[in-house]
């Protein structure tokens, strides 16, 4: 079946963009970017770029949009992305590298599940705290990514009453080794640990009560937030 949406880069795209011929980049922007001339040093493509992300036409003095052509002098699969922003009317071009198309992220993540394995935590301040989460698969078939999904869940810290913490405070995710999200049984479960995120001391969560929230940042899936209780 062919997938109704693609990913590119962190944006999700639509087919019926993505399966668009696409045109010149002074064609798609209504105007020639001055530095326009710098794509030709690398090789970027000429045309068939169409817009994945912001406003058309850029807006001067603000907002920054992205637009994406298919690359094959990178790669079958490449593709090269632009960040556009128009600051008083001068468009800026922004470079990236090759990025691979891939199946979007709802189709990826079709039948899985990320949940707690429990309704509630509790944590001792004089402890290292490393949550566990739950991948559940609820499809009757083997979920199998693309070999390019990874196993990374973050997590935050909210107040009890949901709103975000000062920055200075843990949340997980970023210092964890990050390895491959293998396949899951159909009807069964995987469990992720939640790492720390920020370069915050992981053992510096003050006594107190809160909410915590699990993401699973490759298919962007998250949990419910739950009560966490900190005792000194």
Do not use: K
Not at 95 to 118: F, M, N
């Amino acid at each position: 079946m062919h997938p109704s949406s693609w990913q590119l880069g962190h944006y999700d795209v639509d087919d019926v963009v993505v399966s668009s011929p696409g045109c010149a980049i002074d064609e798609l922007l209504g105007f020639r970017p001055r530095n326009l001339d710098e794509l030709s040093r690398y090789r970027r493509p000429r045309t068939g770029w169409r817009l994945i992300h912001g406003e058309r036409p850029i807006p001067p003095r603000g907002g920054l949009s992205v637009i994406a052509a298919p690359w094959p002098e990178a790669g079958p699969s490449a593709w090269s992305l632009l960040d556009i922003a128009n600051p008083y009317g001068h468009a800026q071009i922004g470079r990236t590298g090759p990025v691979v198309i891939r199946v979007g992220r709802a189709v990826r993540r079709r039948g899985l599940v990320l949940e707690w394995p429990v309704a509630s935590l509790a944590h001792d301040a004089n402890e290292r705290f490393v949550p566990s989460v739950l991948l559940r698969n609820t499809a009757d078939a083997e979920w199998v990514g693309d070999g390019h999904d990874h196993s990374l869940v973050t997590g935050e810290l909210l107040r009890v009453d949901g709103t975000p913490l000062p920055r200075s405070l843990p949340r997980w995710g970023v210092g964890a080794q990050v390895m491959p999200l293998g396949p899951i049984p159909a009807l069964s479960v995987t469990t992720l640990t939640v790492d720390m995120l920020d370069n915050a001391d992981p053992d510096a969560i003050p006594p107190g009560s809160y909410l915590i929230r699990a993401r699973h940042v490759n298919l962007e899936l998250s949990t419910p937030a739950i009560s966490l209780v900190v005792s000194a």
